[in-house]
């Protein structure tokens, strides 16, 4: 079973829908959590970072954890065709003198039809 | 300010070769890390320097190994080539430890494909 799971979709809505991406983990060690946002041959960017337990929100984009159901959430309202983009969490242990190691998802492809 | 580059971005090499990739981080990121995209694996991390040092490092056998210059440029190199290491690979750098963010930023990738 791997650390992080994730859907690989891929998922279509139609623009203006409410988009949900979601992914779990087993690693209870997990403090931080991330979503990345990769298009088509680029690497990927970080779109919301959130620390802990908590709802954390950046203009369209809302990111949830829970931390006690081991589970992470991405919404994206007003959903735009320029949001069509593969979606991944991340996540990572406390850092210790600033080591970092992130753990991905598999990624969701999302498309966003006009 | 400059992005991550990678370089190459493409190429194409065959079983039992070997390969470098390189990396130049973000103007003052010192933090530089690998990692593997596969369409099966996803993203699975390599390994991590910091001035120099490698301070942290995924599950990849041996043949897998990196360096880190005093510029903090990076390289890589996957040393008899296998048909399993086709991928992209990302590399990405971070600004200081004082940093928490967690955010990584990472250039476009350097595509292998092994024949």
């Known amino acids: 079973q791997k650390e992080v799971e994730q859907d690989p979709g891929p998922l279509s809505v139609p623009e203006g829908a409410i988009v949900s991406l979601n992914c779990t983990y087993s690693?209870?060690?997990?403090?931080?959590f991330m979503w990345y946002r990769q298009y088509s041959r680029k690497g990927p960017e970080l779109l919301m970072y959130?620390?802990?337990?908590g709802n954390k929100e950046d203009g369209r984009f809302t990111a949830q954890v829970d931390k006690s159901s081991k589970y992470i959430s991405l919404f994206i309202r007003d959903s735009q065709p320029s949001d069509s983009a593969t979606y991944l969490c991340?996540?990572?242990?406390?850092?210790?003198?600033?080591?970092?190691?992130?753990?991905f998802g598999q990624g969701t492809r999302l498309t966003i039809n006009p | 300010k400059a992005g991550v580059t990678q370089t190459p971005r493409y190429l194409i090499k065959t079983r039992g070769q070997q390969v470098t990739l390189s990396c130049s981080p973000i103007?003052?990121?010192?933090?530089v890390s690998w990692y593997q995209q596969t369409p099966g694996q996803g993203l699975q991390f390599l390994f991590e320097?910091?001035?120099?040092?490698?301070?942290n490092k995924g599950n990849f056998p041996g043949r897998f190994s990196g360096r880190q210059f005093s510029n903090s440029r990076s390289e890589m190199n996957v040393s008899t080539l296998e048909l399993g290491d086709s991928a992209l690979y990302l590399c990405a750098s971070s600004p200081d430890p004082g940093s928490n963010t967690g955010e990584l930023f990472f250039g476009e990738g350097s595509r292998l494909t092994v024949l």
């Open positions: 991340a996540m990572s242990v406390v850092r210790l003198q600033g080591a970092q190691k992130l753990v």
């Open positions: 103007s003052g990121h010192r933090s």
């Open positions: 959130t620390y802990s337990s």
């Open positions: 320097y910091f001035s120099e040092t490698q301070r």
């Open positions: 690693n209870s060690a997990f403090q931080y």
